[in-house]
């Protein structure tokens, strides 16, 4: 847009910002920040063509433009409408988008399960946060909810599709990743599901980003299944050589094992940059990566639990003062606790564990 | 020296009087205080054969509960140990296999479950957070010990018994039946 040196001035919430034209309502929001910006459960600005499902980003456009005051009459998807210049936007200020915002929550969580307490993705869950900040406490809803049983999408991917909010952005990410897409949305309306044809698995090399870019836990890694809560994971940095990839990637620690690796996300939960499956299924060990330091959790993310920053830790003073000799442990919890064993390396198992990888175990001694 | 309290009185110093001096009204005033005592209502109970009731809301050693199969209710979401302020509770889940439907109520489950009473204060904070009705804070004390390894309580001292095979022991548990 350099040739275009017009910049269209846009009002959201009474906060004015110039953005280049085409912009959309959701992309200008962004700009500006903080609460301003409305959710966005289909949208992803890295994949063309995403958005306008979800209608999560609706608001309301009080000015259509400098040149035609009029407002718009029914609230329009943030993602799909670009901005005209002198253009108002409400959105957390609307009454009506805040009303019609919890309805669409409603209406998403008609189907949900309330299975967060099994979920892998609950701590890092779109639909939790807007849910939570956006929706109701209750719902009205009082017949079955559609059921669907869970799928496996090749050997690393495991598809719950009756968690699945139908945003297509997987199905956006396997198109234009990869070259050859062979899952998407099989039936209409209430029986729509992400499927794979013919129990096609996909292997592509990039096609564990369908994980990463799921707001909910449709999309789960099944070397991470069951392993371990999100929140209790420290995430690092890190990155690799990696030829196929840019091997940016966060490890989720637990201890000095690896329990997960994912592509890092910014603060509007799109990965920065889409990473290959060998680093995320296969590279398991400190040794495969060079660690950079902590990865910066927003504060109010359950992540952040438990993560003390800037702890200063008294001096360990024993040693000095005992010549070098470690003191002597009166209790060695291994002796005592049976989680967190090191003779069992959790993030090494394939897939979830089961009881025999923990009777294997409790056989041993 | 300024004096911190009102409460001081100055000692006296004056010579005793004859009734001070005979003493006996002095010790039977005491005796009489406390031989009324044995005709008062004692404040103390026979412990370990009388117990006090507890109060309902009384926050004691923790129960993993089943559901009325008999399933465990725990799915290890981890809640619990986010919400311990003490950071006393750790588990490890794992996935349900078939043929174990009869054992845990959904498709994950805790296979490992440990609440250190060494670092637990009893807060019930995880009594809160739990959302699927599995952990319990009974009526109950937790066992003192000598040793400290006797207090990292593993699942399968806490699990409640189980109503379809041991339904004695689990109405015991639950203070259906008193407890002689």
Known sequence: ?365 | MQALTQKSKPVSREPMSLMEKIYLPAVLKGMSITFSHMFKKKPTVRYPEETRPFSPVFRGLHVLNRDEEGRENCTACGLCAVACPAEAITMEAAERKEGEEHLYREEKYAARYEINMLRCIFCGLCEEACPKDAIYLSETFAPASFARKELVYAKNDLLIPNPKTEPEAFAKAKGLKPIK
């Open chain 1, 1 to 365: 847009m350099s040739d275009q040196p017009q910049l269209f001035k846009v009002t959201i919430d009474n906060i004015t910002i110039e953005v280049a034209p085409g912009t959309s309502i959701l992309e200008a929001a962004r700009k500006i920040g903080g609460d301003v910006a409305p959710p966005a459960m289909c949208f992803y600005s890295k994949l063309k063509g995403s958005g306008g499902k979800c209608r999560t980003c609706l608001v309301e456009v009080s000015k259509g433009s400098e040149k035609d005051p009029r407002p718009m009459p029914k609230l329009v998807a943030s993602c799909r409408t670009t901005v005209m210049d002198g253009m108002e936007v409400k959105n957390i200020t609307s009454e009506r988008v805040v009303d019609a915002r919890a309805g669409v929550v409603e209406f998403l969580l008609l189907n949900h399960p309330l299975d967060c307490p099994v979920c892998d993705q609950a701590g890092e869950c779109h639909l939790q946060d807007l849910s939570y900040d956006h929706g109701k406490a209750g719902t009205r809803y009082e017949f079955q909810r559609r059921t669907f049983k869970k799928h496996d999408l090749g050997e690393y991917i495991q598809l719950h599709m009756t968690r699945c909010i139908l945003c297509y952005r997987c199905v956006f990410t396997a198109e234009q990743l990869t070259d050859k897409r062979s899952h998407g949305v099989l039936d209409r309306g209430d029986h729509a599901e992400i499927a794979t044809y013919i129990e096609k698995s996909l292997d592509n090399d990039f096609i564990g980003n369908v994980i990463d870019v799921c707001p909910v836990g449709a999309l789960t890694d099944k070397t991470f299944r069951f392993k371990n809560r999100v929140w209790f994971l420290k995430p690092v940095d890190a990155h690799c050589s990696c030829s196929k990839c840019s091997g940016k990637v966060t490890l989720w620690y637990r201890g000095d094992e690896v329990f997960r690796v994912t592509a890092r996300k910014d603060q509007w939960g799109e990965v920065e940059d889409w990473i290959c499956n060998e680093c995320r299924f296969e590279k398991k060990k400190t040794s495969d990566w060079t660690i950079e330091g902590p990865r910066v959790i927003d504060r109010a993310s359950v992540i952040s639990q438990g993560h003390y920053v800037g702890v200063q830790k008294p001096k360990e003073t024993f040693e000095a003062v005992l010549d070098g000799r470690k003191p002597r442990l009166f209790m060695d919890i291994h002796s005592v606790s049976g989680v967190n064993r090191p003779d069992i390396n959790l993030s090494l198992i394939e897939g979830p564990a089961h009881s025999d990888d923990f009777d294997r175990v409790t056989k041993k001694d």
